[in-house]
């Protein structure tokens, strides 16, 4: 082989046409043989100096050096090279090098170079500029390549059209790559790899409806055979629109045609069965797959993880180990998200363990997944630990993948969010520039605040997002974390706002879910009206819309109206279950309707197969001590299947507080205090009962018991809303800067009614002093303190809106009724238990509170 290249190839002068003929044949099959760059150089060499550039051979020379991985000196040779389709050939190979490498920039710069030196791009020279110009993406770039395309006249070659429709779509330009496959249509030169492309485009907007829509259109209207590469891309539209039964048509068809046996059409069956929660169909095609991949496992492990099936999911892992096949990040990310999104974080702590020491490195994906399961459970401390390592190992702060990094970031304000850091949060939240927050970044933060009672802050930040940041825009769980906080604040003016941004920019597919929200915003912020507004101006309703329409009538004491309801989600046809039987049972004992009340809890398991749970007997240990019946109350705890928990003794206590039954009301302590339930309701309400019966004694004893235990009381609060937002008060509060106009509004108020027949209720002033002074006491509470605000600063007939965290005093019901009659406002008080609406002289709660 080396005695070639030491000896200079022939020049036949006298006999050019054998002669030459022979020498070029012989020198083309040895450009063949090179194994390396420098025999290349040599004959290249000999080439220069026997016939020049314009020899035949220098194409094949160009094809030689690409071989052997020179694309530089193939681009020098190139260069230097006149126009010809051999030439031609060779700046398409150099072309599709480029683009293989992933050298895109580079693709772009060869394709203007040719452009320059002369050459007419052929068939295959656009379908690679193309392809580039979709990788990177370059919209202006590919729109310039495509007018060149039609310049040329190959704007009716079908292998050029789908490169468009392909580039496009990379570009997101979908009505672009919309109108190229329609004109393709129209001149009837589109084929099946057509057809894939506009699919696949509306699958990267994600937009599956029309990709499916397309695909049917494609098989019926045109008849184009799919191959596998149909299937592969429509699968995941089935997926998507959980379509089970057209994915079950898909499967047929892959079974019919043979397409089956492909891993990629079998995997993606896997995968839509999955998606549509349909794992023993799943496991069915799985078991029948003749070849699996990694991708094959991965897609069951995390099917079954996403439906909370873990032993199966573990059992895959098990059989992975068994059959030596490698656990990817894939595999382990898949278990981890599995248990973090159904709340079991403890077990996806244990999984990353096991991780760990299996030596496979988390990614992103994992980590994200990591910060949830820490969030589910308040991990704090492994959510720093996970903290520690993002820092060491994934985040780099400069940005340079700002998709990754964004990731972590709003996972770990997510995570500190919820483990009730806010601080931490905010202070991640503001460290991040305004440029790099994401819609996610926003949402995760106004989640956090709204989450743990912070709801001010919540909607101060959704403020600022609308104003300051117009460029991103809140998604469904934004505006849904919004709602929250109003509905937490009881702020129905700024829950208007955010109906009527809902009204304006259409969430047409997640709409039902948001009104779902509205109706419990509206039902908790007082306007009950506006929430059945809302319910009957529905499209469509599932059984949240129902019970949340329900739990509304509930909290407002209109029992009559929430059993109407009940009737009419029967009449529906759907089926009532153990959630709504407490709704329902909720609204009776806040309603007084003690017989109907005792009528559905005995009817629930009998008519509709509900058993009665823990919380069904609350209510109705509830239901019975509102009314008086205690000793009832005592008969269904004694007959419970179950053993009572502490919101049984409370509910009974409660009663006992409401009737005077000391005798039964310290039964009930006891049992309390047996199952250590330190919690300061239950000495609030013992210590109540006492001083309703003026043992004073055992009032200061109760209060030496919550000292001891180190026991708070928690303080009454109430805020109200005004013209300048919300205002809070405390008990004696006096930090407001009207405080005086305050107090000297209240004092008139208390004369007036004392006039008309208010006389202070001392009994739930608990100290051992003089009524005068008790009087001065319940004077001060926070309820009286923000209604007297909220007369000062609102205009007459206006509603004013009191929230209480506490339930409310009831001195300060009875004076509030009274102030109701002498007052141009409707007063709504919502406490810890349900609303109050107190107009001429009398309450929505008839006394049932």
Partial sequence: MLGWFSRPIVNT??????????????????????????????????????????????????????????????????????????????WNSLLRRYLHLGFFHDVLTLFRSMLTLG??????????????????????????????VCTTGLDSDVFVCNAVVGMYARCGGLDEARQMFDEMCDRGICDVISWNSIVAAYMQSRDARTALDLF???????????????????????????????????????????????????????????????????????????????????????????????????????????????????TWSAMISGYAQRGHGYEALDVFRQMQISGSKPNVVTLVSLLSACASI????????????????????????????????????????????????????????PSNRNVVTWTVMIGGYAQHGEANDALKLLSEMFQKHKSVKPNTYTICCALMACAHLAAVRFGRQVHAYILRNRYESVLLFMENCLIDMYSKSGDIHAARVVFDNMQQRNSVSWTSLLTGYGMHGHGEEAIKVFDEMRTAGLVPDGITFLVVLYACSHSGMVDQGIRFFNTMHSDFGVIPGLEHYACMVDLLGRAGRLSEALEIIESMPMEPTAIIWIALLSGCRIHGNVELGEYAANKLQELDSENDGTYTLLSNIYANARRWRDVARIRSLMKNSGVKKRPGCSWVQGKKGTATFYVGDRSHPQFEQIYELLADLIQRIKEIGYVPATDFALHDVDDEEKGDLLFEHSEKLALAYGILTSAPGVPIRITKNL???????????????????????????????????????????
């Fill in 216 to 330: 049917r259109k494609m098989t019926s209207d045109c008849e184009i055979h799919p191959d596998v590469v149909s299937l592969v891309n429509v699968l995941p539209a089935c997926a998507s629109l959980t379509a089970s039964l057209h994915g079950r048509q898909l499967h047929a068809f892959a079974l019919r045609s043979g397409s089956f046996e492909d891993v990629f059409v079998s995997n993606a069956l896997v995968d839509m069965y999955a998606k549509c929660a349909m794992m023993d169909e799943a496991n069915k095609v799985f078991e029948r797959m003749k070849v699996k991949d990694v991708v094959s496992w991965n897609t069951m492990v995390t099917g079954y993880s996403q439906i909370g099936r873990f032993e199966e999911s573990l059992g895959l892992i098990k059989k992975m180990k068994e059959e030596n096949i490698e656990l990817d990040v894939v």
């Fill in 807 to 849: 339930r409310v005093c009831g001195d300060c019901h009875n004076a509030i009724t009274y102030i109701s009659m002498i007052v141009d406002h409707e007063i709504i008080l919502r406490d810890s238990s349900r609303f109050h609406h107190f107009k001429n002289g009398s309450c929505s709660c008839r006394g049932y509170w």
């Fill in 378 to 433: 308040e991990a704090l401390v492994q959510g720093k630990e996970t903290h520690c390592y993002a820092i060491k190992c994934v985040l780099n702060y400069d940005w340079n993948d700002p998709g990754e990094d964004l990731m972590v970031i709003n996972g770990l304000i997510d995570m500190y969010a919820k483990c009730k850091s806010t601080d931490v949060a905010r202070s991640m939240f503001d460290s991040l520039a």
């Fill in 13 to 90: 002068k006298y006999r050019p046409g054998i002669a030459l003929f022979s020498t070029a044949e012989i020198t083309a099959s040895l450009l063949r043989k090179c194994k390396t760059l420098g025999q290349a150089k040599l004959i290249h060499q000999q080439l220069l100096l026997t016939q020049g550039l314009s020899h035949p051979l220098a194409p094949h020379l160009v094809s030689a050096y690409l071989t052997l991985d020179a694309p530089s000196l193939s681009l020098a040779l190139l260069q230097r090279l006149s126009p010809s389709p051999s030439a031609l050939f060779c």
């Fill in 119 to 148: 050459y007419s791009p052929d068939h295959y020279t656009f379908p690679f500029v193309l392809t580039a110009c979709g990788h990177l993406p370059s919209f202006r770039r590919g729109s310039a390549v495509h007018a060149i």
